[in-house]
């Protein structure tokens, strides 16, 4: 097996992150970036393989990742969110595939759901934005070549991902995968999946589900759709998105649906203070 460094970012995660690191059973270390938890990370350090770095503020996961990936040692980088949990033989099955694909550096588990169906998508946003009404495929059984690399769990050789300028540093939240996955296919880079690798995800629990939490990531999320189609060229209209959402947001205040009403609220924030 080759040395894999584990990389997890955590963020208030102390619920949930200590599944995520049991799940590892053979990586060479744990390199854990906290972006100033209200526990300051402690939970992870029950791992004697976990090397800790504390950040005094949330810089955001893209540049905690590239902080981590510059200071693991490992040739292979397994990133994966602090709610993913590998399940037995995941590790073996990666590795395994390194030596069926040796052109290929970047690796993704399939990705399973608590409830045990299968999370998968085939292309990153940016092309679903450019092809709008494309559908996509359903997942294929076996191996299977991909062009989107789900952020919530993949591996990658570490060389190629300091080489592509890790993830960018100007997406604080969200789509920071999709954005790697759009600078890999346009490298000319494989991306495969491992259909006997597998890892449960139990989406969006990495940290506390809030109402606070929920306006933060969702504001996070509008964002970073606005910073990728503007860096990709994609057409973008501030007047008509906001427009849209704000009559969301009207519509579910006025049925009482709260939750999404936080949703829409934090994405017309985001929409009104985009540049």
Not at 25 to 54: F, M, P, Q, Y
Request: overall charge positive; some cysteine.
């Amino acid at each position: 097996m080759p040395a894999i460094s584990a990389i997890i970012i955590t963020y208030n995660s102390g619920a949930v992150v200590s599944r995520a690191t049991q799940s590892l059973e053979s990586v060479s270390e744990i390199v854990c970036v906290d972006n100033a938890s209200a526990d300051g990370g402690r939970s992870v350090l029950c791992d004697k393989r976990t090397r800790l770095i504390r950040n005094s503020q949330n810089v955001g996961y893209g540049t905690a990742c590239n902080q981590a990936a510059r200071n693991a040692r490992g040739e292979f980088l397994l990133f994966l969110n602090p709610d993913v949990a590998l399940k037995q033989g995941c590790l073996a099955a990666l590795s395994r595939a390194i030596d069926r694909y040796p052109d290929c550096s970047v690796f993704i588990p399939r990705t399973i759901k608590p409830d045990g169906t299968t999370w998968y998508r085939d292309r990153s946003r940016i092309e679903e934005w450019r092809h709008r009404g494309r559908r996509f495929r359903n997942p294929v059984q076996g191996d299977c070549c991909t062009r989107f690399v789900d952020g919530g769990v993949f591996m990658i050789r570490r060389d190629l991902f300091l080489s592509l300028g890790g993830f960018d540093e100007n997406i604080f939240l969200y789509h920071e995968d999709d954005d790697l996955s759009q600078r890999l296919a346009e490298a000319g880079q494989p991306m495969v999946v491992v259909a006997d690798a597998e890892a449960v995800h139990d989406l969006g629990h990495s940290c506390p589900s809030t109402l606070r939490n929920a306006f933060i990531r969702q504001q996070a999320k509008k964002r970073s759709e606005i910073y990728l189609k503007r860096k990709y060229d994609i057409p973008y209209s501030r007047v008509r998105d906001g427009l849209v959402v704000s009559i969301r947001l009207l519509f579910y205040a006025a049925t009482l649906q709260g939750q999404r009403a936080v949703s829409s609220a934090a994405r017309l924030s985001a929409i009104a203070k985009a540049h």
